[in-house]
């Protein structure tokens, strides 16, 4: 296999946002990253990423105000998810997961990962992390991961969407998609794969997550051009948009973002009080079964 990527680490000076969240806030949308000696990277990864731990997490969301947590699993970590169990474990109910599985997998290992906090599985799409997986083991997955009331997680390119379309439409379970679609702010709300995701959201299983705004953004800090977008998906999906850091940021190319600067962006995004606790704590709290 070809030498893997490195990855920029995230910044080290997290500032306190201007915007408080709301109690019970929730970043539906963050990973852990080793430690490589306890967790190793998956010898299938295109990247290593510097190790960003359950600790660093923690950390990182007391300057923020956040309580609340879902970690997706990354492809650094492949189906190997026993780094975002063991910091699920740790953190007293305050974190969920979203996994990444394969058909290797047997009822009783869905069974320990849902018992482990685990409530959506996440496929990839993306060029530079592998791109597009075997459908079919994918629509085994999903079929399997459905009695336990599983949601599935798409991480997709602009392209993607517009390929895609028709398989994505088939299924009929709840759908996450990271990041806005991954949406290039230049070319406009106006651009067909960005219509394509807003005529999914007029559907009831569709969600999205209103992060991402450093992957999406022509203009750079603090990625204001990333506002339009965000705010026409939660127009149009109040209850189904969620948000999150993306922390640690892995395979960052450009502009490695200040925490504090995305969170300042929820109220641009959402600019009334009502909107920001439906994205921050409803939402999340609904989908992930944090007050059950």
């Known amino acids: 296999m070809s030498e893997k990527k490195t990855c920029m680490p995230p910044d080290p000076n997290t500032r306190t946002p201007g915007f408080k969240a709301p109690p019970k806030s929730c970043d539906a949308h963050c990973h852990v990253f080793g430690p490589k000696e306890i967790f190793p990277y998956h010898p299938t990864s295109t990247y290593e990423p510097p190790d960003a731990g359950k600790d660093r997490l923690k950390t990182l969301h007391e300057i923020l105000g956040i309580e609340r947590a879902v970690i997706v699993q990354a492809s650094c970590h492949g189906p190997d998810n026993r780094a975002m169990i063991d910091a699920i474990a740790s953190s007293k109910g305050a974190w969920r997961g979203v996994c990444i599985a394969n058909d290797s997998f047997t009822d009783n290992d869905f069974q320990d990962l849902h018992d482990g906090g685990v409530r ?101 800090p ?21 948000w999150g850091t993306d922390f640690p940021h892995p395979n960052i190319r450009r502009w490695m973002p200040n925490d504090g600067d995305l969170l300042d962006l929820v109220p641009l995004f959402a600019e009334d009080e009502t909107l920001q606790n439906k994205v921050l704590v409803d939402n999340p709290a609904r989908l992930y079964g944090f007050d059950e």
């Open 222 to 242: 603090p990625f204001h051009d990333a506002v339009p977008f965000a705010k026409e998906l939660i127009q149009i999906a109040p209850d189904r948009t969620l």
């Open 120 to 220: 959506g599985v996440r496929f990839n799409f993306v060029t530079h992390l592998g791109g597009t997986p075997n459908l079919e083991m994918m629509k085994n997955v999903l079929d399997r991961v459905k009695p336990l009331g599983w949601h599935l997680v798409i991480h997709v390119n602009a392209e993607d969407i517009i390929k895609f379309q028709d398989f994505f439409a088939q299924f009929d379970m709840e759908i996450v998609v990271d990041h806005m679609g991954r949406v290039p702010c230049d070319q406009g709300t106006e651009q067909e794969a960005f219509q394509i995701l807003k005529d999914f959201m007029q559907r009831d299983n569709w969600w999205v997550k209103v992060c991402g705004s450093e992957r999406i953004s022509a203009e750079g």
